[in-house]
């Protein structure tokens, strides 16, 4: 009943922010740039850069049934926890990018900004996927018209028949909405070099022979 609730705001959600429509990339992969960056063939992308607000630490989400929190930030992995005298295990290391806390104060790597990577079904709906280990979360991205953004938990940790425990969390963002990439539209500075070097040489050995051709016949 919680899980249908989540969805039935996650509907209004979108159709008041006027949510684009999967259906126009359908079949279009989002090539990796980054952690949290992606673009379409198109020149359109991904760019989950601003989803967690500068003072804030991370994105979190609370599974009404377990009370579990889940600790999101799509970017860059933090070692910060809300609790850092109970368990420390999301913060070893590297610390983590996605964490789960549960309601024994426990809490429990579920990725790294490198376990993390985007896909597209078939239907053109975008997902960041975090793979550790035998634990898959995937976080379906909806383009949110609004000034900030949410996560949710759909479902946790249902034991497929591989053995996989995969975890489904929504996330609802203006920053999933497709936008021009930077990366794509202007070339990089090596580009532009090597093109002047190329019209140079071309230049210089065509003006040379109709020198040689005007004065040596």
């Given at each position: 009943?919680?899980n249908?609730?989540?969805?039935?705001f996650a509907t209004?959600?979108l159709s008041?922010s006027?949510?684009?429509s999967?259906?126009?990339?359908a079949?279009?992969e989002?090539?990796?740039?980054?952690p949290?960056?992606?673009?379409?063939k198109d020149?359109t992308?991904?760019?989950?850069?601003s989803v967690v607000e500068?003072?804030?630490t991370?994105?979190?989400?609370?599974d009404?049934?377990s009370?579990?929190?889940f600790l999101?930030?799509?970017?860059?992995?933090?070692?910060?926890l809300p609790?850092?005298n109970e368990?420390?295990e999301?913060g070893?290391g590297?610390g983590?990018?996605?964490?789960r806390?549960?309601?024994a104060?426990?809490t429990?790597?579920m990725?790294t900004?490198?376990?993390?990577?985007?896909h597209?079904?078939?239907?053109?709906?975008?997902?960041?996927?975090f793979?550790?280990?035998?634990?898959?979360t995937?976080?379906t991205l909806?383009?949110?018209?609004a000034?900030?953004?949410?996560?949710?938990?759909?479902?946790q940790?249902?034991?497929k028949?591989?053995g996989?425990?995969?975890t489904?969390?929504?996330?609802f963002s203006p920053?999933?909405?497709?936008?021009?990439?930077e990366?794509?539209?202007?070339?990089s500075?090596?580009?532009?070099?090597l093109?002047?070097f190329?019209?140079?040489?071309?230049?210089?050995?065509?003006?040379?022979?109709i020198v040689?051709?005007m004065?040596?016949g």
């Amino acid at each position: 009943m919680t899980n249908l609730l989540i969805v039935a705001f996650a509907t209004i959600l979108l159709s008041s922010s006027g949510g684009e429509s999967a259906d126009l990339r359908a079949g279009s992969e989002c090539r990796q740039l980054g952690p949290c960056r992606c673009e379409y063939k198109d020149g359109t992308g991904i760019d989950l850069t601003s989803v967690v607000e500068k003072s804030e630490t991370y994105l979190e989400a609370m599974d009404p049934i377990s009370q579990d929190r889940f600790l999101f930030h799509p970017c860059s992995d933090i070692k910060y926890l809300p609790n850092p005298n109970e368990d420390k295990e999301c913060g070893v290391g590297d610390g983590y990018a996605l964490c789960r806390w549960d309601a024994a104060n426990k809490t429990h790597k579920m990725g790294t900004v490198k376990d993390s990577s985007f896909h597209s079904d078939e239907s053109g709906q975008e997902y960041l996927v975090f793979k550790m280990n035998s634990v898959v979360t995937s976080i379906t991205l909806f383009c949110l018209k609004a000034d900030r953004s949410f996560l949710f938990v759909s479902n946790q940790l249902q034991t497929k028949v591989d053995g996989v425990n995969e975890t489904n969390l929504l996330l609802f963002s203006p920053y999933a909405c497709p936008i021009t990439i930077e990366v794509i539209s202007k070339p990089s500075t090596g580009s532009v070099l090597l093109i002047l070097f190329l019209i140079g040489t071309f230049t210089y050995f065509t003006i040379g022979s109709i020198v040689r051709f005007m004065y040596l016949g």
